[in-house]
């Protein structure tokens, strides 16, 4: 056993062992005494203990013992706890998470700092993305996602009192820049041009797209209990926020609702009737066929441009900024609480904005033929949803 010897300053002793002299901290937190090994240089130990002293004055100790014991794995667990019944947790678990894993595992979360995250980048930059068809490098974009996703599972741990510091505080070069962040808004003219050439079931999808600005997501996974068509109203909760959305419709999409004939509980079932799981493959052959510049990185034409596109029309058409904020639910969770007033009239007058834009009748499949298939089936009758 080594030899403990106090010093002439109170909290700090000599340790000599078989690895030689070395200093210590002496102190309490939560009503324990705790002794430490510092290093061999006097005021590293005193600048320790000056640092310990002050976490526990700041009442912040606890993130201290945790920083020590908790694990990245931890993190990811407990993160993925409270994302599963989103979807973005059913990519993730599909996709990032054992990449995730292989990287950091059962690192203390202490031990990821500045450098451990600019070496995952790198890595992520390098690794190329293969798929069924090919291989092709990673953009630029996708991996400021990646290290977006890090970034939100460390405010996490800052929340829970897990960590001392948040590595990606002050650290924005962490990320590429400008090339997470989609650019590209579509003009009337060419969403037109982009209707016209899409195949049939896909033409509805795209309208609803730019008629309210929905994610993919919650386009896809649309239910006719969603929409009440007596109010012309949508109601749902968002898929990646899971806040609770209202849209008060237009004429124009209260009208494509009307048309559309009712085949399930899905607004827009696939050949097996469950939702499509991507329309990515439609909507590249829509913009070949429509001869638009389908573009590259932060500039190419992907289903969440319709999302800026319906803002930058709202814009143009004449609305605010608290309009386009209240519709397409585009501000943060803080500044979406300053809207909880806004009236019913100030949702429709936001939806009215985008009538007329956009031919609806020539997205619609044939009324009669689609209503008189529904009932032969035996198919819900479009009535039983009109309560939500």
Known sequence: MGIYTRTRQPGIFKYEGKNGLVYGIDYYAD??????????????????????????????????????????????????????????????????????????????????????????????KNASIKTKYQTRPRSKRTVDIEMAVLRRMFRKAMKWGWIMDDPFQNAEDLFYGKTGKRERALTPDEVRRLIDASIPHFKPILLVGILTGLRKADILTLRWQNINLERARITLAEQKTGRTRVINMGKDLHALFMGLPVKSEWVFPGHNGKPFRDVRKALDTAIRKAGIDPGKENMKIVFHTLRHSAISQLIECGADTTMVQNYVAHASPEMTNNYTHLSEEYRRKTGELLDGLYDVAKVLPKIHDGQKSSQKTGEPEKQIFLSS
Not at 78 to 91: A, H, L, P
């Open 31 to 124: 009503g324990k005494r705790h002794r430490e090994l510092v290093g061999p240089v006097f005021e590293d130990a005193r600048a320790e203990l000056q640092k310990m002293r002050d976490i526990i004055r700041r009442g912040k100790y606890s993130r201290v013992i945790n920083q020590r014991t908790k694990t990245f794995n931890d993190l990811l667990e407990e993160y993925s706890k409270q994302m599963q019944d989103t979807s973005f947790y059913r990519r993730m678990i599909r996709y990032f998470k054992p990449v995730l894993l292989k990287q950091f595992g059962e690192k203390l979360l202490s031990e990821i700092d500045y450098k451990a995250l600019e070496d995952f980048r790198e890595s992520r």
